[in-house]
């Protein structure tokens, strides 16, 4: 993610955007980025400059659920990966993305491992649901 990069993501979706930062004596060292449509705020991209126990989860999952909420959001989409997000009440979903490749040979080894990984996938989320935190999770 280039300058450019943020420069357009600023100038298409300045009004989707949610910033939550840490700071401490004004100088702020944390942030998630977040983005949001009408019923649901999105993932996050996340970085620090120190560690600070538990920051991670008020940045990227407490004040995303705080914004829900008061935005009258349904949902609360917190992004792949991380078996800690269970504990936290965020059950395995798959999630998707699109991507091109001109390299033919590149993109059939890409597909070849996607193929592999999706199998992989499905067991990990089916495990994981079995996990459940919440009483009669059948999703």
Not at 98 to 105: E, G, P, R
Request: with cysteine; net charge positive; glycine share 4%.
């Amino acid at each position: 993610m280039n300058e450019k990069f943020w420069y357009l993501l600023l100038e298409n979706l300045k009004k989707r955007i949610v910033f939550i930062f840490a700071k401490e004596n004004n100088d702020y060292f944390a942030g998630a980025i977040n983005l949001f449509d009408s019923n649901t705020i999105y993932g996050r991209n996340w970085g620090s400059l120190k560690q600070v126990k538990f920051l991670h989860f008020e940045a990227c999952y407490y004040q995303a659920i705080d914004f829900a909420i008061s935005n009258k959001l349904k949902n609360v989409e917190a992004g792949a990966q991380g078996i800690h997000k269970i504990q936290r009440g965020y059950m395995p979903t798959k999630t998707y993305s699109i991507h091109k490749f001109s390299n033919k040979n590149l993109s059939d080894a890409i597909e070849n491992y996607i193929q592999a990984e999706k199998l992989q996938i499905n067991h990990e989320i089916d495990v994981l649901k079995q996990k459940s935190p919440f009483k009669n999770h059948n999703n």
